[in-house]
């Protein structure tokens, strides 16, 4: 029998990096998208430049581009708007913190 030593949280997040990989380098399926952060384009009502998770195609050249217009229940609509406020907290958290250390 073979022993693993790994937690399942280490698998997962190893599963998660092989997937972005090979998303970014392959290309998502055509009609397909998944979830990457990078700087937002506006999208979503995420500020400009705010890195945040956005469902993304990639083409086999490995530009990514967000999908638009998805359509959304409330629910999603606010989680993702809880995401936001969230993040934004802890960056302004982060930069009293750092303030501090002058």
């Known amino acids: 029998?073979?022993?693993?030593?790994?937690s399942t949280g280490t698998?997962?997040?190893?599963?998660?990096?092989?997937?972005?990989?090979k998303f970014w380098t392959l290309g998502t399926p055509v009609g397909h998208f998944v979830s990457?952060?990078?700087p937002s384009d506006g999208s979503y009502g995420v500020?400009?430049?705010?890195?945040?998770?956005?469902?993304?195609?990639?083409?086999?050249?490995?530009v990514v581009k967000i999908v638009q217009d998805l359509r959304m229940d409330s629910f999603a609509c606010e989680m993702?708007?809880?995401?936001?406020?969230?993040?934004k907290a802890e960056a302004e958290e982060a930069l009293e913190i750092a303030s501090q250390l002058k």
């Open 80 to 87: 993702i708007a809880a995401s936001y406020a969230e993040l």
């Open 1 to 6: 029998a073979v022993v693993s030593t790994q």
């Open 36 to 38: 990457m952060a990078l």
């Open 47 to 62: 500020e400009e430049g705010v890195f945040f998770s956005f469902p993304v195609q990639v083409n086999k050249y490995g």
């Open 11 to 21: 698998m997962s997040t190893g599963k998660a990096i092989a997937d972005h990989l």
